[in-house]
Structures are given as structure tokens and as C-alpha cells.
T-cell receptor
Framework: DTGVSQDPRHKITKRGQNVTFRCDPI?????LYWYRQTLGQGPEFLTY????????KSRLLSDRFSAERPKGSFSTLEIQRTEQGDSAMYLC???????????????FGPGTRLLVL | KQEVTQIPAALSVPEGENLVLNCSFT??????LQWFRQDPGKGLTSLLL?????REQTSGRLNASLDKSSGRSTLYIAASQPGDSATYLC?????????FGKGTRLHILP
């Protein structure tokens, strides 16, 4: 499979629990992005990695959220003490960046749909 | 702050018709503009990417234009088919972020 994959595809959890999502980018891609999408809205940027370095974090990413990309390949997004407002689709994207400007196409995974009860 | 607006929010057209989806953005200082397709409950599929120096891109029945100075882009779909039914998202890029519109939900009537 040469596309971006995400696991799990669906997650139902109770408020207060911790959840972790995984994203596997296209193998040669050095850049990885996380987005959140709520119903009827476009995706909103959360954070971005170039290789293993986390270079940008949105103000949407509260202290309860943490993302890692330890070896510059797969990435994890953890939400601690989940709240009902965290219910959304979490999308991962990857790209191959060869210039200083970020202008290349991003390829999206299928997303992880989170429901917090 | 960059804002991206898509009009209309929803559109239904009979099969075979040509149609235009509109996207506007408030800050013309963008690297590129991208159109995506999203099927219900699925991720995003990139359709066309227009760099800031370009005015249009074409792929099959799709043509996207960009007028950076006026902050507008259109996605033209020729000879629409029921399989084109999906949500179409416009997104502009500057620095690390892509800013998305809310999308246009397109329904092609058989």
C-alpha cells in the first residue's frame, strides 16, 4: 500500500479517557501534518513535522494534545482526558518537501473518527 | 487572518451538466491553492493544485482557475456524472498551514 494509513479508523471512548492515534505516511515523505475536522467544516491545521522535528503547533492544540514522530516515519497523536468537544475526524497528511517553501501536494489518509461519550 | 469561503454550500444538478464551484480567500499572499474531494466519512483526495504563479490547472473533466489578485478560484466540472457527487474543498497554503473552506456538497442527479 503506497498511501497514507491511519489507525484506528474509528474510536469511541468515554470522557476523561486517553486515546492515541497512529499515522503512517507515504514512505519517502519527510513532512507530516495533523488536521481536525468537525461535521460540516473544513479540516483545521493542528501540527506539522519535518522529519522528526515538530515545527508548528496550532493554538487548537491544547495541553491535552501531544504529537510525536520519533523516527521521522510514523506519527502518533495522543489526547489526554478527552472531552466531548474533542469528537471529530482526525486527518493525517504527508508530503515530500524539497524546497524551503511549503508548496508541494499533501496526500491525506482516511482519517480516524473519534466519538467521546 | 486568512479566511476561505466557498459558495454555494450545496448544489444539486442533473447529470451531464457543466458546473462551477467558487472559492474566495481574503489574503492574496498564498503559495498555492488546492482543490480536494471528500466522500462521506472519508479522507481527502487532491484534485488539482495551482501554484501562486499559475492561473489554471486541468485534469480530465476538471479545470481550476486562480485569480490571486482578486482572491478567487473556480473549479469547473464538465459533463457531470453521478460519481462526481461528493464534497469539494478549496484550500490555500501559506507557510506551514493549509486553510480550508467549509466545502461545497455536490449532488449529481441521475
Amino acid at each position: 500500500d503506497t498511501g497514507v494509513s491511519q489507525d484506528p479508523r474509528h474510536k469511541i471512548t468515554k470522557r476523561g479517557q486517553n486515546v492515541t492515534f497512529r499515522c503512517d505516511p507515504i514512505s519517502e515523505h519527510n513532512r507530516l501534518y495533523w488536521y481536525r475536522q468537525t461535521l460540516g467544516q473544513g479540516p483545521e491545521f493542528l501540527t506539522y513535522f519535518q522529519n522528526e522535528a515538530q515545527l508548528e503547533k496550532s493554538r487548537l492544540l491544547s495541553d491535552r494534545f501531544s504529537a510525536e514522530r520519533p523516527k521521522g516515519s510514523f506519527s502518533t497523536l495522543e489526547i489526554q482526558r478527552t472531552e466531548q468537544g474533542d469528537s471529530a475526524m482526525y486527518l493525517c497528511a504527508s508530503s515530500l518537501g524539497t524546497s524551503g517553501r511549503l508548496e508541494e501536494t499533501q496526500y491525506f489518509g482516511p482519517g480516524t473518527r473519534l466519538l467521546v461519550l | 487572518k486568512q479566511e476561505v469561503t466557498q459558495i454555494p454550500a450545496a448544489l444539486s444538478v442533473p447529470e451531464g451538466e457543466n458546473l462551477v464551484l467558487n472559492c474566495s480567500f481574503t489574503d492574496s499572499a498564498i503559495y498555492n491553492l488546492q482543490w480536494f474531494r471528500q466522500d462521506p466519512g472519508k479522507g481527502l483526495t487532491s484534485l488539482l493544485l495551482i501554484q501562486s504563479s499559475q492561473r489554471e490547472q486541468t485534469s480530465g473533466r476538471l479545470n481550476a482557475s486562480l485569480d490571486k489578485s482578486s482572491g478567487r478560484s473556480t473549479l469547473y466540472i464538465a459533463a457531470s456524472q453521478p460519481g462526481d457527487s461528493a464534497t469539494y474543498l478549496c484550500a490555500v497554503r501559506r507557510d506551514d498551514k493549509i486553510i480550508f473552506g467549509k466545502g461545497t456538497r455536490l449532488h449529481i442527479l441521475p
